[in-house]
């Protein structure tokens, strides 16, 4: 009987060590996925871009792309929202022509502010994308940084104030031509 139980505890022995080394084996290559693939990273609703930081890291990247989506959100609600309402009116004719008038420049201001924030919530799927490519927050231009200020105040601007200021100067000789 004594030889039995000897030999069951080399066998458990030799299991374990081989179990160790097998685990090593596959810890490794997990600990390096790990490193590659980044957790999502977590900001607060009251965290605020601070020029102390490194330009443009990972959490001002999740701020701004979480300030862009809440922007769009509130440009397609409110462009919902006044489309619906919009309609509604069509239903109710006046036959006074001063009246008339008065509803067709409302109407008319109205679609050009909706035309306006289309444009704009199509900017800001191009900073979401500038974002995701990791050049938001560069001037298309020059490659500068823009700024936290700037995109704090702007966060689809596309380029430097000076940059900016030289587009503008540009738009302004070809529309007098």
Excluded at 59 to 88: D, I, P
Excluded at 137 to 164: F, H, N
Aim: charged share 35%; with cysteine; net charge positive.
């Amino acid at each position: 009987m004594a030889k039995t139980l000897k030999i069951k505890k080399k066998v458990k022995k030799t299991k374990k060590a081989e179990i160790k080394k097998v685990t090593k084996k596959i810890a490794k290559p997990i600990k390096k996925s790990k490193e590659i693939s980044k957790a999502p990273i977590r900001i607060s609703k009251t965290y605020i871009p601070k020029e102390t930081e490194k330009y443009m890291s990972d959490k001002h990247k999740v701020y701004f792309r979480m300030k862009l989506q809440a922007w769009r959100k509130e440009l397609v609600t409110a462009n919902n929202e006044a489309l619906y309402n919009g309609s509604m009116d069509d239903n109710s004719i006046s036959a006074d022509i001063v009246d008339q008038a008065s509803s067709y420049t409302d109407k008319n201001v109205e679609m050009k502010a909706i035309n306006r924030q289309i444009k704009l919530i199509s900017e800001i799927d191009k900073a979401l994308l500038r974002i995701k490519d990791d050049t938001y927050g560069y001037c298309l231009d020059t490659a500068e940084p823009i700024g936290l200020k700037r995109l704090m105040a702007r966060p689809v601007a596309k380029y430097t104030i000076a940059a900016q200021e030289k587009h503008e100067k540009n738009e302004k000789v070809h529309a007098d031509d």
